[in-house]
Protein backbone atom coordinates (compact mmCIF):
# COMPACT_ATOMS: atom_id res chain seq x y z
CA UNK A 1 0.00 0.00 0.00
CA UNK A 2 0.94 3.32 -1.31
CA UNK A 3 0.89 6.97 -0.12
CA UNK A 4 -0.07 7.44 -3.76
CA UNK A 5 -2.83 5.35 -3.73
CA UNK A 6 -4.24 6.59 -0.74
CA UNK A 7 -4.10 10.23 -1.85
CA UNK A 8 -5.76 9.14 -5.06
CA UNK A 9 -8.60 7.75 -3.30
CA UNK A 10 -9.23 10.09 -0.80
CA UNK A 11 -9.47 12.69 -3.67
CA UNK A 12 -11.56 10.49 -5.89
CA UNK A 13 -14.00 10.21 -2.72
CA UNK A 14 -13.32 13.91 -1.85
CA UNK A 15 -14.03 14.84 -5.49
CA UNK A 16 -16.77 12.51 -6.51
CA UNK A 17 -15.29 11.65 -9.50
CA UNK A 18 -12.23 10.19 -11.26
CA UNK A 19 -11.91 12.68 -13.74
CA UNK A 20 -12.11 15.71 -11.20
CA UNK A 21 -9.75 13.65 -8.64
CA UNK A 22 -7.38 14.03 -11.92
CA UNK A 23 -7.77 17.26 -12.05
CA UNK A 24 -6.80 18.01 -8.61
CA UNK A 25 -4.32 15.73 -8.63
CA UNK A 26 -2.53 16.93 -12.06
CA UNK A 27 -2.60 13.37 -13.22
CA UNK A 28 -4.36 11.21 -15.77
CA UNK A 29 -7.54 9.46 -15.28
CA UNK A 30 -6.46 6.37 -15.88
CA UNK A 31 -3.67 7.05 -13.49
CA UNK A 32 -5.96 7.64 -10.79
CA UNK A 33 -8.22 4.69 -11.61
CA UNK A 34 -5.23 2.28 -11.91
CA UNK A 35 -3.86 3.68 -8.51
CA UNK A 36 -7.34 2.89 -6.89
CA UNK A 37 -8.18 -0.56 -8.20
CA UNK A 38 -4.37 -1.73 -6.92
CA UNK A 39 -5.65 -0.03 -3.53
CA UNK A 40 -8.79 -2.52 -3.90
CA UNK A 41 -6.32 -5.25 -4.77
CA UNK A 42 -3.85 -5.15 -2.18
CA UNK A 43 -6.62 -4.89 0.27
CA UNK A 44 -8.45 -7.12 -0.99
CA UNK A 45 -11.89 -5.32 -0.94
CA UNK A 46 -14.36 -3.31 -3.19
CA UNK A 47 -13.96 0.25 -1.48
CA UNK A 48 -16.27 2.07 -4.49
CA UNK A 49 -19.47 1.16 -6.12
CA UNK A 50 -19.32 1.92 -9.49
CA UNK A 51 -22.22 0.57 -10.54
CA UNK A 52 -24.52 3.74 -10.25
CA UNK A 53 -24.69 7.01 -11.26
CA UNK A 54 -22.80 8.28 -8.52
CA UNK A 55 -19.50 6.42 -7.16
CA UNK A 56 -20.47 5.64 -3.40
CA UNK A 57 -18.36 3.82 -0.48
CA UNK A 58 -18.73 0.53 0.43
CA UNK A 59 -18.84 -0.36 3.99
CA UNK A 60 -14.94 -1.02 4.12
CA UNK A 61 -14.18 2.14 1.65
CA UNK A 62 -15.85 4.29 4.71
CA UNK A 63 -13.08 2.09 6.84
CA UNK A 64 -9.96 2.88 4.83
CA UNK A 65 -11.20 6.51 3.95
CA UNK A 66 -11.21 7.25 7.37
CA UNK A 67 -7.37 5.56 8.01
CA UNK A 68 -6.43 6.86 5.21
CA UNK A 69 -7.17 10.82 6.03
CA UNK A 70 -5.11 10.11 9.10
CA UNK A 71 -2.33 8.47 7.67
CA UNK A 72 -2.08 11.12 5.02
CA UNK A 73 -1.85 14.04 8.03
CA UNK A 74 0.50 11.80 9.69
CA UNK A 75 2.88 12.18 6.31
CA UNK A 76 1.92 16.07 6.26
CA UNK A 77 3.28 16.18 10.14
CA UNK A 78 6.06 14.00 9.16
CA UNK A 79 7.31 16.30 6.53
CA UNK A 80 6.74 19.64 8.42
CA UNK A 81 9.03 18.32 11.37
CA UNK A 82 11.57 17.73 9.20
CA UNK A 83 11.32 20.78 7.57
CA UNK A 84 11.82 22.68 10.55
CA UNK A 85 15.40 21.02 9.85
CA UNK A 86 16.99 23.05 7.74
CA UNK A 87 16.44 26.08 9.93
CA UNK A 88 13.38 28.27 7.61
CA UNK A 89 15.04 27.82 4.58
CA UNK A 90 12.34 26.04 3.21
CA UNK A 91 9.41 24.30 4.23
CA UNK A 92 5.29 25.91 4.19
CA UNK A 93 2.57 27.08 6.25
CA UNK A 94 -1.48 25.97 5.79
CA UNK A 95 -2.83 29.64 7.47
CA UNK A 96 -6.40 29.98 7.55
CA UNK A 97 -7.34 34.21 8.01
CA UNK A 98 -10.86 35.39 9.06
CA UNK A 99 -12.94 36.44 5.78
CA UNK A 100 -14.37 39.75 7.68
CA UNK A 101 -11.54 42.04 8.58
CA UNK A 102 -8.29 40.22 6.66
CA UNK A 103 -7.77 43.69 4.92
CA UNK A 104 -7.93 46.00 7.49
CA UNK A 105 -6.00 43.38 10.30
CA UNK A 106 -3.87 41.34 8.53
CA UNK A 107 -2.55 42.36 5.20
CA UNK A 108 0.27 44.64 6.90
CA UNK A 109 0.85 41.78 8.97
CA UNK A 110 0.99 39.23 6.47
CA UNK A 111 3.21 41.12 3.85
CA UNK A 112 5.52 41.29 6.82
CA UNK A 113 5.89 37.59 7.80
CA UNK A 114 6.78 37.00 3.75
CA UNK A 115 9.48 39.69 3.83
CA UNK A 116 11.14 37.96 7.05
CA UNK A 117 10.43 34.29 5.52
CA UNK A 118 10.57 34.29 1.60
CA UNK A 119 11.28 30.68 1.52
CA UNK A 120 8.21 29.68 3.61
CA UNK A 121 5.48 28.50 1.22
CA UNK A 122 2.16 30.06 2.38
CA UNK A 123 -1.20 28.32 1.63
CA UNK A 124 -3.50 30.92 2.51
CA UNK A 125 -7.69 30.61 2.89
CA UNK A 126 -10.10 32.76 3.74
CA UNK A 127 -13.27 31.87 5.62
CA UNK A 128 -15.82 32.08 8.46
CA UNK A 129 -15.11 30.05 12.37
CA UNK A 130 -16.43 27.33 11.27
CA UNK A 131 -14.84 26.83 7.99
CA UNK A 132 -11.81 27.14 10.24
CA UNK A 133 -12.65 24.91 12.83
CA UNK A 134 -13.51 22.22 10.25
CA UNK A 135 -10.14 22.41 8.60
CA UNK A 136 -8.09 22.80 11.89
CA UNK A 137 -9.63 19.64 12.62
CA UNK A 138 -9.17 17.70 9.72
CA UNK A 139 -5.79 18.69 9.67
CA UNK A 140 -6.41 20.71 5.84
CA UNK A 141 -4.73 23.94 7.79
CA UNK A 142 -2.45 24.05 10.32
CA UNK A 143 -3.53 27.59 11.83
CA UNK A 144 -6.86 29.68 11.66
CA UNK A 145 -8.29 32.26 12.70
CA UNK A 146 -11.62 33.16 14.12
CA UNK A 147 -13.32 33.54 17.13
CA UNK A 148 -12.66 32.24 20.06
CA UNK A 149 -13.71 28.60 20.42
CA UNK A 150 -15.51 26.45 23.17
CA UNK A 151 -13.97 23.18 21.92
CA UNK A 152 -11.78 20.99 23.96
CA UNK A 153 -10.55 20.20 20.18
CA UNK A 154 -8.21 23.32 19.83
CA UNK A 155 -5.72 25.36 21.76
CA UNK A 156 -5.98 28.80 20.39
CA UNK A 157 -3.31 32.29 20.99
CA UNK A 158 -5.98 35.25 21.45
CA UNK A 159 -5.14 38.21 19.37
CA UNK A 160 -7.86 40.54 19.45
CA UNK A 161 -10.97 41.24 21.38
CA UNK A 162 -13.12 44.49 19.56
CA UNK A 163 -16.38 45.66 20.51
CA UNK A 164 -19.10 45.23 18.12
CA UNK A 165 -20.91 49.04 16.15
CA UNK A 166 -23.75 49.33 14.35
CA UNK A 167 -23.44 51.00 10.34
CA UNK A 168 -26.86 52.35 9.98
CA UNK A 169 -28.07 54.55 7.03
CA UNK A 170 -27.56 58.11 7.58
CA UNK A 171 -31.55 58.87 7.22
CA UNK A 172 -32.11 56.07 9.92
CA UNK A 173 -34.13 57.87 13.16
CA UNK A 174 -31.13 56.71 15.91
CA UNK A 175 -28.23 57.48 13.33
CA UNK A 176 -27.20 60.91 15.48
CA UNK A 177 -27.15 59.16 18.92
CA UNK A 178 -23.44 58.70 20.54
CA UNK A 179 -24.69 54.97 21.65
CA UNK A 180 -27.47 52.60 21.10
CA UNK A 181 -28.91 49.23 22.56
CA UNK A 182 -29.49 46.33 20.48
CA UNK A 183 -33.11 46.05 21.68
CA UNK A 184 -33.54 49.77 20.08
CA UNK A 185 -32.97 47.89 16.26
CA UNK A 186 -35.99 45.45 16.75
CA UNK A 187 -37.87 47.02 14.40
CA UNK A 188 -34.86 47.81 11.53
CA UNK A 189 -33.70 44.99 8.92
CA UNK A 190 -30.85 43.54 10.07
CA UNK A 191 -27.79 42.93 7.59
CA UNK A 192 -26.02 39.06 8.31
CA UNK A 193 -23.21 37.36 7.80
CA UNK A 194 -22.65 33.71 6.10
CA UNK A 195 -23.93 30.84 8.02
CA UNK A 196 -20.30 29.62 8.24
CA UNK A 197 -19.86 32.56 10.69
CA UNK A 198 -20.01 32.02 14.50
CA UNK A 199 -20.18 35.83 14.61
CA UNK A 200 -23.91 35.00 13.20
CA UNK A 201 -24.81 32.85 15.88
CA UNK A 202 -23.52 35.33 18.55
CA UNK A 203 -25.96 38.45 16.85
CA UNK A 204 -29.14 36.21 16.67
CA UNK A 205 -28.83 34.76 19.83
CA UNK A 206 -28.17 38.03 21.46
CA UNK A 207 -31.64 39.62 19.55
CA UNK A 208 -33.32 36.60 20.62
CA UNK A 209 -32.23 37.40 24.66
CA UNK A 210 -33.00 40.84 23.60
CA UNK A 211 -36.94 39.86 23.22
CA UNK A 212 -37.36 40.09 19.08
CA UNK A 213 -36.62 38.10 16.08
CA UNK A 214 -34.12 39.76 13.70
CA UNK A 215 -35.75 41.16 10.33
CA UNK A 216 -33.19 39.45 7.54
CA UNK A 217 -32.41 42.22 5.66
CA UNK A 218 -29.35 40.07 3.39
CA UNK A 219 -26.30 37.96 4.17
CA UNK A 220 -22.47 38.48 3.27
CA UNK A 221 -19.45 37.72 4.02
CA UNK A 222 -17.60 40.86 2.47
CA UNK A 223 -17.58 44.29 4.73
CA UNK A 224 -17.57 46.36 1.83
CA UNK A 225 -21.33 44.70 0.47
CA UNK A 226 -22.42 44.94 3.95
CA UNK A 227 -21.25 48.96 4.29
CA UNK A 228 -22.77 49.40 0.31
CA UNK A 229 -26.03 48.06 1.45
CA UNK A 230 -26.41 49.69 4.82
CA UNK A 231 -25.69 53.45 2.66
CA UNK A 232 -28.39 51.95 0.14
CA UNK A 233 -30.60 51.86 3.06
CA UNK A 234 -31.22 48.28 3.19
CA UNK A 235 -30.73 47.65 6.86
CA UNK A 236 -27.88 48.15 9.91
CA UNK A 237 -25.44 45.61 10.74
CA UNK A 238 -23.12 45.06 13.22
CA UNK A 239 -19.34 45.15 12.64
CA UNK A 240 -15.95 45.04 15.13
CA UNK A 241 -15.14 48.00 15.37
CA UNK A 242 -11.62 47.97 13.58
CA UNK A 243 -13.79 47.27 10.58
CA UNK A 244 -17.14 49.53 10.98
CA UNK A 245 -14.52 52.17 11.25
CA UNK A 246 -12.90 51.70 7.63
CA UNK A 247 -16.60 51.83 6.12
CA UNK A 248 -18.06 55.15 7.51
CA UNK A 249 -18.50 57.38 4.64
CA UNK A 250 -21.55 59.88 3.27
CA UNK A 251 -24.78 58.05 4.25
CA UNK A 252 -23.45 55.56 6.96
CA UNK A 253 -23.67 56.11 10.43
CA UNK A 254 -21.04 54.34 12.82
CA UNK A 255 -22.40 54.41 16.04
CA UNK A 256 -21.48 52.37 19.66
CA UNK A 257 -23.12 49.38 20.96
CA UNK A 258 -24.03 50.16 24.59
CA UNK A 259 -25.99 46.82 25.51
CA UNK A 260 -25.13 44.09 25.16
CA UNK A 261 -21.44 44.07 25.02
CA UNK A 262 -20.96 41.93 21.75
CA UNK A 263 -17.69 41.01 20.98
CA UNK A 264 -15.20 39.74 18.25
CA UNK A 265 -12.51 38.02 20.14
CA UNK A 266 -10.28 36.68 17.12
CA UNK A 267 -7.83 34.58 18.04
CA UNK A 268 -5.97 31.55 16.03
CA UNK A 269 -6.52 27.96 16.56
CA UNK A 270 -4.51 24.87 16.15
CA UNK A 271 -5.52 20.74 16.83
CA UNK A 272 -4.64 19.98 20.75
CA UNK A 273 -1.51 18.66 21.15
CA UNK A 274 -0.42 18.97 17.33
CA UNK A 275 3.20 19.85 16.08
CA UNK A 276 2.92 23.51 14.99
CA UNK A 277 5.96 24.49 12.61
CA UNK A 278 8.58 26.51 13.25
CA UNK A 279 7.02 28.17 10.46
CA UNK A 280 3.08 27.74 12.36
CA UNK A 281 5.36 29.67 15.14
CA UNK A 282 7.03 32.32 13.59
CA UNK A 283 3.58 33.65 13.00
CA UNK A 284 2.35 33.66 16.11
CA UNK A 285 5.21 35.17 17.23
CA UNK A 286 4.59 37.78 14.87
CA UNK A 287 0.98 38.18 15.87
CA UNK A 288 2.31 39.04 19.74
CA UNK A 289 4.98 41.63 18.16
CA UNK A 290 1.83 43.26 16.52
CA UNK A 291 -0.87 43.11 18.64
CA UNK A 292 -4.14 45.01 17.18
CA UNK A 293 -3.49 48.62 18.20
CA UNK A 294 0.14 48.19 16.19
CA UNK A 295 1.05 47.99 12.59
CA UNK A 296 4.72 46.28 11.19
Known amino acids: MEFRQLRSF ?35 VQLLDRSG ?71 LVEGGTKTMEELVRAGELELGGGLTPGDADFDWQPFCNEPLDALLPASHPLANRSSLSLVELADTPFLLYQQSFTLNDRLLRACREAGFEPREGGRSGQADFLGALVAAGQGVVLLPRVVARDLERPGVARVELREPDLRWDICFIWRRGAYLSRAAQAWLELMKEYPLDEEP
Open 10 to 44: VEVVRQGSFTQAAVHLHASQSAISKQVAQLEQRLH
Open 53 to 123: PRLQLTAAGEVVLRRAEDMLRLQRELHTELDDLSQMNRGELRLGLPLLGADALFAGRFAEYRRRYPNIEVH
